[in-house]
């Protein structure tokens, strides 16, 4: 029994478009695959771009973007009239202060002055810290002053060298910064013989300061009082 011409036309019509959906999902897959070729090419230039940068590349974008980021957000305190250091500190945690202040412990350790001879060291430790050697001024010395470069117990080194305006520039700004730094430090006040003597011993010579300075305006009629054999 052969088939009616209703029915030949339906399984045309579903096999047209069983191939039109196959086609579609061909399309489909060579999109896919033509935007994967397309990324590959594009993450295979990006890693050769890479790979011909520093290796702290990444080190130095991170930290440049930070410089930014620190710039953006002190020109908009200054715009607020707020103080950019406050502002800063107020995003630090108790627990990060605390990592920092032990980090800058351990790069220098200021443990106070004992005596001088720790005073020196400490001072020639900073200063060694501080030097910045120009290779070139040490090639041309060396190749100037020829055995008289590494002076021995015998050379004549007066008159040889010759100290550059830099250099002394240098040497004036570290003994200025010297000088602040000294003038912060606590010195002994001196003993003076015709103050009024209220105490028995140095310790309670400094509580009575204390109490002077805190409540000397409050204490000083009774006290006068008490010296002069009014009180009441």
Request: glycine content about 4%.
């Amino acid at each position: 029994m052969s088939d009616t011409p209703g029915t030949s036309k339906s399984d045309a019509s579903v096999s047209m478009s069983k191939q039109a959906e196959r086609m579609q999902k061909l399309r489909q897959l060579h999109c896919r695959r033509n935007e994967a070729r397309q990324k590959n090419h594009q993450e295979v230039l990006e890693e050769n771009k890479r790979s011909k940068l520093p290796t702290n590349w990444e080190a130095k974008k991170v930290r440049a973007d930070w410089i930014l980021q620190t710039e953006a957000q002190r020109e908009e305190a200054a715009k607020l009239g707020k103080d950019f250091s406050r502002t800063k500190l107020l995003e630090v945690g108790a627990d990060e202060a605390e990592r920092k202040e032990r980090r800058n412990m351990k790069k220098n350790p200021d443990k106070g002055f004992a005596d001088f001879e720790q005073a020196t060291f400490r001072q020639y430790s900073r200063l060694v810290q501080e030097i910045k050697p120009n290779m070139e001024e040490y090639e041309k010395a060396k190749a100037t002053l020829g055995d008289a470069f590494y002076a021995e117990k015998n050379t004549i080194v007066h008159g040889l060298h010759k100290d550059s305006p830099e250099a002394m520039n240098r040497m004036v700004e570290d003994l200025h910064k010297q000088i602040e730094k000294r003038e912060k430090y606590s010195r002994r006040r001196r003993h003076d013989d015709d103050a009024e003597i209220d105490y028995i011993n140095e310790r309670n010579m400094r509580f009575n300061k204390k109490l002077d300075r805190f409540y000397g305006e409050f204490t000083t009629e009774i006290k006068q009082n008490l010296e002069r054999g009014t009180a009441i």
